[in-house]
Nanobody, 125 residues
C-alpha cells in the first residue's frame, strides 16, 4: 500500500494550497480517508476525514470553514483544499486511510490503517 502526498510548500498567511494524496495497492473506495498534521514538538492531530462513498466529511474546529476535503474514487485520490492559511497551520500533513469509519478516524489516530510519508506546509506571517 502506498499513499503519496503532494502539493505542500511555502505560502504567505491568507494564501491557499491544495494537497493531493494518490493511493495505490488498496481498494480505495473501501477506505475512509483523511488528513492529519504534526507540528514540531506536538502530537499528530486530526484535520479532516471523509467517508468511503457518501462523501460525508468531518473537520477539526481549527480548520472548519477554511479547509475542504474531497475524494475521487476513480482516480484513487483524496484532496485537501486549504484556504485562508494561518501560521499556526504550519506542519507536516499526512494522508491517512482507515477501514474504520471516518468518524472513528477523526476521534482517534489509532483507527488509521495506513499513513503516507507526509508533506511539509509552511505558512509565513
Amino acid at each position: 500500500v502506498q499513499l503519496v502526498e503532494s502539493g505542500g510548500g511555502l505560502v504567505q498567511a491568507g494564501g491557499s494550497l491544495r494537497l493531493s494524496c494518490a493511493a495505490s495497492g488498496l481498494a480505495f473506495s473501501s477506505y475512509a480517508m483523511g488528513w492529519f498534521r504534526q507540528a514540531p514538538g506536538k502530537e499528530r492531530e486530526f484535520v479532516a476525514t471523509i467517508t468511503r462513498s457518501t462523501g460525508s466529511t468531518y473537520y477539526a474546529d481549527s480548520v472548519k470553514g477554511r479547509f475542504t476535503i474531497s475524494r475521487d474514487n476513480v482516480k484513487n485520490t483524496v484532496y485537501l483544499q486549504m484556504n485562508s492559511l494561518k501560521p499556526e497551520d504550519t506542519a507536516v500533513y499526512y494522508c491517512a486511510a482507515g477501514l474504520s469509519s471516518a468518524q472513528a478516524m477523526a476521534a482517534n489516530v489509532r483507527f488509521v490503517t495506513y499513513w503516507g510519508q507526509g508533506t511539509q506546509v509552511t505558512v509565513s506571517s
